[in-house]
Structures are given as structure tokens and as C-alpha cells.
């Protein structure tokens, strides 16, 4: 059985740092993209960015509100990915899910290998306040 | 950044109706274009890929349509089930989510 599971939410006052992992278990963890997706209380969802696998260039990318404060990374060898939270803010407070995402065991991969986010982990709640 | 608007963010329909909702991108996305449903306290469920693509195991009253800026997701006949909230997402510049469709009971 392909399995996401978030941990690593807690309370954390703004500017503290705090990592989230996500454990996977069921399917070839390398070869495919991971996504971390965010929900704000009384809000929408939100992407958050991306980690390439290591046979594409291993390389991330993320949303404009995250970008250089958060930073994804994988362990290939333990089927971990992990989000970086660096300052975070208040309005940071929400519960992130890490997703699958493309399928790319070789380099050169497009959107041709992105068949949606079919797989979600429960998400776990992060809470930035004083 | 490509940014998408749905529409309505709200909807009040009854068991038995259609039900469409609108997704439109703020530029060409061809057909990269994803359908989620998202009930409260659960994780979201992708329904639809490459925009009529139907995920395995999705009911057949689910259908997506669209290419270019403007996309639709059709329920054919609401069922209690389908109560929830619809997101679109592009991901023709890596990725981004509509601000969600809520579907409520009429």
C-alpha cells in the first residue's frame, strides 16, 4: 500500500525554525517528484514547491511566498522528504500535506509525467504564534 | 506567475442536479490542468488529470473539459457524497491551485 505520513507540526513562535517530514512507504520514492501543499485555517490550498528527483537534477522549486525562507530536500535512501521551515510567520500557520507528484525516473522529464497529486499524506498542523 | 480563478467559489445544489464548475488561467496552460476534491478533515482526492483525464477509481459522473485558459468540471448527477470543495490546479508552470469551489446542500 502506497502511504504519506506527516510529522514534525507543532507550535513554533514566529522566526523559530521547525523541519516537517514525510515518510513514504509502497512505491519507487525516487523516481517520483514531491510536492508539499498547505491549507490556512479558512482557506484554500496552496502549493508550496517541489523536489525533483535525484535522476532530474535532484533541484526544487516553490511558491513565491515561501521562497527563501522554506527548503525541501529527500533521502532517497530512507523514502523521507522534508520541509525546512526558516522564519516562519503567523500566516504560516496551517496543515501541510506532502503529495506525490510526476513520475520522472530519468532526466529530461516534462509535464507529460505529472499525472496529478495522486497520493496525500493526512497532513500535520503547524502553528506559528507568540 | 500563473494565477486561477474559479468560479463560482460558492454553490448550493440539490441530490440529482448538474453541477459545473469553472476554472480560468491567467494564461495558456495547454492541458496541464488537474481537478481536486477536498472534504474537511480529510486529504484532498485528486479526481481528474491533463483536464478530461478521469483518475482510476473516480465515478464516471466526474468529467473535465478544457484547454487554454478555460476549463470546466462537471458532476452529472449529485450525489451526498459530492458535498465538498472542487480546486483546479495548473501545472504547466510548476504549480497552482484555484481558490476553491465549495458544494453545498441547496
Known amino acids: 500500500e502506497v502511504q504519506l505520513v506527516e510529522s514534525g507540526g507543532a507550535l513554533v513562535q514566529p522566526g523559530r525554525s521547525l523541519r516537517l517530514s514525510c515518510t513514504t512507504s509502497g512505491f519507487s520514492f525516487g523516481d517520483y517528484f514531491m510536492s508539499w501543499v498547505r491549507q490556512a485555517p479558512g482557506k484554500g490550498l496552496e502549493w508550496v514547491g517541489f523536489i525533483r528527483t535525484r535522476a532530474d537534477g535532484g533541484t526544487t522549486e516553490y511558491a513565491a511566498s515561501v521562497k527563501g525562507r522554506f527548503t525541501i530536500s529527500r533521502d532517497d535512501s530512507k523514502t523521507i522528504v522534508y520541509l525546512q521551515m526558516n522564519s516562519p510567520r503567523t500566516e504560516d500557520t496551517a496543515v501541510y500535506y506532502c503529495?506525490?507528484?510526476?513520475?520522472?525516473?530519468?532526466?529530461?522529464?516534462?509535464?507529460?509525467?505529472?499525472?496529478?497529486?495522486?497520493?496525500w499524506g493526512q497532513g500535520t498542523t503547524v502553528t506559528v504564534s507568540s | 506567475d500563473i494565477q486561477m480563478t474559479q468560479s463560482p467559489s460558492t454553490l448550493s445544489a440539490s441530490v440529482g442536479d448538474r453541477v459545473t464548475i469553472t476554472c480560468r488561467a491567467s494564461?495558456?496552460?495547454?492541458?496541464?490542468l488537474a481537478w481536486y476534491q477536498h472534504k474537511p478533515g480529510k486529504a484532498p482526492r485528486l479526481l481528474i488529470y491533463k483536464a478530461s483525464t478521469l483518475e482510476s477509481g473516480v465515478p464516471s459522473r466526474f468529467s473535465g473539459s478544457g484547454s487554454g485558459t478555460e476549463f470546466t468540471l462537471t458532476i452529472s448527477s449529485l450525489q451526498p457524497d459530492d458535498f465538498a470543495t472542487y480546486y483546479c490546479q495548473q501545472y504547466n508552470t510548476y504549480r497552482t491551485f484555484g481558490q476553491g469551489t465549495k458544494v453545498e446542500i441547496k
Open positions: 503529495t506525490r507528484d510526476g513520475y520522472c525516473p530519468s532526466a529530461g522529464c516534462s509535464n507529460y509525467n505529472y499525472n496529478g497529486a495522486d497520493v
Open positions: 494564461q495558456s496552460i495547454s492541458r496541464w
